[in-house]
């Protein structure tokens, strides 16, 4: 099995060498001027080359200040970190923000998918939806959480009008299929990674 992220193994975390730079100009937006400037950026941010959680958290919550961003940053930082190594490199981070800002819906809703399925089996339980939703009231400092803004009452919600072969679980094509066809979910359950 190939690694997720493209890379192999190196000492010097800060470098970045034409392996991933071809891997970056292959799965990214962005040209080898654009991929060097936002590396120096990334450098500037994170001098050993490398995005702590904690570091991530920071940032996370200085986006959402009303909020309690933690446990949906925690999720996104999962997200983020493919090789699952506890701390997101150059090269993860770049096609995180690629994704995440591109203009291809589609993709971004793979990704929000990814996000949602916390177990990592391809599909989206009520559980699962259920966590991400009060992970989004948090982050957003949602206070109402009664009647049709109760997490479970909004998961049932979503499900009936997703969950279209009635398996009580949403796979990948239900959720991004489900998101397009209406745009208040879809703005619900894709917000800013």
Request: aromatic content about 10%; charged content about 35%; proline content about 3%.
């Amino acid at each position: 099995m190939g690694n997720k992220s493209g890379k192999s193994k190196k000492s010097d975390k800060t470098l970045l060498t034409e392996e991933e730079i071809g891997f970056l100009l292959k799965n990214t937006n962005y040209n080898r001027d654009q991929i060097k400037k936002w590396h120096t950026g990334f450098l500037l941010d994170c001098p050993k080359g490398e995005l702590d959680k904690k570091k991530f958290l920071q940032v996370y919550k200085e986006f959402f200040p009303t909020g309690r961003a933690d446990t949906f940053a925690n999720e996104v930082f999962k997200l983020f970190d493919t090789d699952h190594s506890g701390k997101i490199d150059f090269v993860e981070f770049l096609v995180a923000i690629s994704t995440s800002s591109s203009g291809d819906l589609r993709k971004k809703l793979a990704m929000a998918f990814d996000l949602y399925d916390t177990n990592d089996n391809g599909r989206i339980d009520k559980k699962e939806m259920v966590k991400i939703i009060t992970a989004i009231y948090d982050l957003y400092g949602e206070k109402n959480r009664k009647g049709d803004n109760d997490p479970k009452e909004r998961a049932d919600a979503i499900f009936r009008k997703m969950d279209t072969n009635y398996s009580n679980t949403l796979d990948e094509k239900e959720f991004v299929e489900g998101c397009l066809n209406d745009p208040v979910l879809m703005k619900f359950l894709n917000p800013s990674l």
